[in-house]
């Protein structure tokens, strides 16, 4: 079956051929009895001046297709592209060429097949033969990477390590062409379920602000384990690695990626994001995300939508986009089930979207709040949630619920605002306009809201309880509010003429008992720093010692 990226191609730049695929794969099966693929039979590189158009490219478009990623990552003059020739396999013959190998670089040797291999431009060389009757060894598809740091973590898919030859500018990421041979193994219908271990506990790893970049990126404000300042370095490799430490250190149940995964204005997202997944893939950990204001920011900028469609088709990924009808992508909710057989659910962990930057006159930054249908999404799922464990046979009195956005909301920066832990090192930056979501939370039964956006900022806090209600002085439920700190060496870890070292949060749910405790992992601690407790048998509690919240939910 054809890829996400194959079909975004032809939807762009291929619309007659996307016609005849389809109409060719609806027609008689071929004779394995096979879903009809794509496969390439040709590539090349063209390359034009700033007066000629790509558009005028001499390529039948009904055989030749763009893959929409300019090569040069438009820093040129010139622009570059790579084109790919495909063809049905419904509609193969036994003299067609397929490509069966590709290289880049030095000639290769020249095969005992009797074919040899054919040169293209930008350094390519292609191998083709025969159509066998199956394309299981047949090139299939190929993207562009860029970066010497670049990686794949599609399965089947092989990153080649030359780059193309194509004369850009020497501090220009290289582009590397990544293949696909034969079908991609269909990706299950079925995601992995999220449980509780054997103990009742489970564990999250919140990494925030990594702000990948396409190719390594700068580091411009590190230290060491003494505090003293580093000198500029590459930023996305220290990123990678800080990023698998903590995993191999926690080795957590999930990890939530909460915004700003990319650096804003960079000129190739997948490359960026590629990076940011790879470590949580290789260890097989389940990840969710949530985007940042940074994520979709600049003209080469891939969008939310098509963003999420890529993380989505990744292993290990529970990432959705969310109901259409709600603003913003990716409001969704995950539930953690008792240990297997049981579909118990145990916790619900909430995703919103929490936009980006907004023009305003009233301060700026200024950001977009949570929108009234993310509100109303949230009340009346948490709602259903309740009333169907209240329906159920549930033996568990406590249900820990959290939730996870990227730009905090107004509450973080409110005067009352009780830290009980942790650092505020900067203003909060949030939405100007508070559409309230905080009194929909602590009425949904959330026990913690975990955000992102402001790096150095790291605490956990309470706002003091409300204890007018309606006339009558009653203790009005709370819900902690806690910065995950920024892990990414390609965004600012500074503030004021201070440098701090990167980190991230980690959550622990015991659903045994109720209880909810949270740390983080910074660079060079060899122990948990902060460690905190923030539920006690089902209720939020006040470390100095006052229960802020009655109801176990």
Known sequence: MAGPLWRALCATSCPSQERSLQTATSSTPHIMAVVPHPVVTDLTVRIFSPTVSPSTCELDPRIWHRIEKELYLYTSQQSAWLYVALANEEELAAEDLLVMDIRVGDPPPNPSSGHSWESRPGGIWVLRSNFSGMIDQAVTEVDVLFGMDAVDPRPQWALMRSSLQLNGQPK????????????????????????????????????????????????????????????????????????????????????????????????????????????????????????????????????????????????????????????????????????????????????????????????????????????????????????????????????????????????????????????????????????????????????????????????CALLPQQMQQGGDKTPQPGLWLCYGGGSGFGGYCSYGGMRFHRRTRVWELDTSTGSLKTWKRVEYAMDRVDELVLVESGAVVDPLGKKMKTEAM
């Not at 994001?273 to 950990?285: H, M, T, Y």
């Not at 600049?298 to 709600?326: D, F, K, W, Y």
């Not at 959290?402 to 650092?423: M, T, V, Y």
């Open 172 to 459: 220009v990421p290289v582009a590397r062409l990544s293949v696909l041979r034969g079908r991609a193994k269909p990706r299950p219908d079925a995601r992995a379920t999220l449980r509780v271990r054997k103990d009742g506990t489970f564990k999250i790893v919140q990494i925030s602000d990594t702000h990948m970049v396409t190719g390594v990126g700068v580091c411009k404000d590190a230290i060491d384990a003494h505090g003293e300042n580093l000198p500029e370095s590459e930023a996305d490799p220290l990123t990678v690695d800080f990023i698998g430490r903590i995993l191999d250190v926690e080795k957590p149940d999930l990890v939530i990626l909460t915004g700003d995964q990319l650096h804003h204005d960079i000129p190739d997202s997948q490359s960026a994001l590629f990076k940011v997944v790879a470590p949580i893939i290789e260890r097989s950990i389940p990840f969710a995300a949530v985007f940042g204001n940074h994520d979709s920011e600049g003209i080469h900028a891939l969008s939310r939508t098509t963003q999420m469609s890529i993380l989505q088709n990744l292993p290990s990924s529970l990432c959705e986009p969310g109901p259409e009808h709600v603003d913003g992508i990716g409001n969704f909710y995950l539930q953690v089930l008792a240990p297997a057989p049981s579909q118990l659910p145990l916790s619900t962990l909430y995703f919103l979207d929490s936009h980006g930057q907004i023009p305003s006159k009233i301060h700026n930054p200024d950001y977009d709040p949570i929108k009234q249908s993310q509100i109303d999404w949230f009340t009346d799922t948490s709602q259903a949630q309740r009333s169907t464990r209240e329906k159920g046979d549930n033996d568990n009195r406590f249900h820990l619920s959290l939730a996870f956005l990227h730009i905090p909301l107004p509450e973080f920066g409110d005067r009352h605002l009780s830290i009980r832990n942790g650092h505020r090192r900067e203003p909060t930056e949030s939405p100007s306009f508070n559409s309230h979501f905080y009194d929909a939370l602590v009425k949904g039964g959330i026990s913690a809201l975990g955000c992102g956006h402001d790096h150095v900022n790291d605490f």
